[in-house]
């Protein structure tokens, strides 16, 4: 399989994303320690089949929204929360009426994959 220079991701006919490992492959560009499990290309473990996961996901906990964070409803679960899905959930009555079908879906039309 062919060795690749770099990662670019692309939405919409623009680049999102540009990585360049370096000569030490993701492994190093990661901070792994120790040998390459993924093997010995730079662009591994990309370079061989994988796949690729994309979904909506809500009650995240990882401060990417912040508590006080507002669109219209506020956000009905706390970062430090262990049930912060089910915060989310059970707020339902908030929310559901502002997600108005396709307005508010994740489509996608395609997902393609080319060695360069």
Not at 80 to 86: D, G, Q, V
């Amino acid at each position: 399989m062919a060795d690749f220079l770099v990662n670019r991701t692309y939405v919409d006919n623009q680049r999102i994303l540009y990585v360049d490992p370096g000569s030490g492959g993701f492994w190093k560009y990661g901070g792994f320690s120790g040998g390459n499990i993924w093997g010995s290309s730079k662009m591994a473990p990309f370079d061989q089949n994988f796949y690729l996961i994309l979904n909506v996901a809500v009650g995240g906990t990882s401060g990417f929204f912040p508590d006080d964070v507002n669109y219209g409803v506020k956000k009905p679960w706390k970062n430090n929360s262990p049930r912060a899905a089910e915060d989310f959930w059970n707020a339902h009555s908030q929310w559901l009426p502002t997600w108005q079908g396709d307005n508010v879906a994740l489509l996608i039309d395609y997902v393609e994959f080319r060695s360069l």
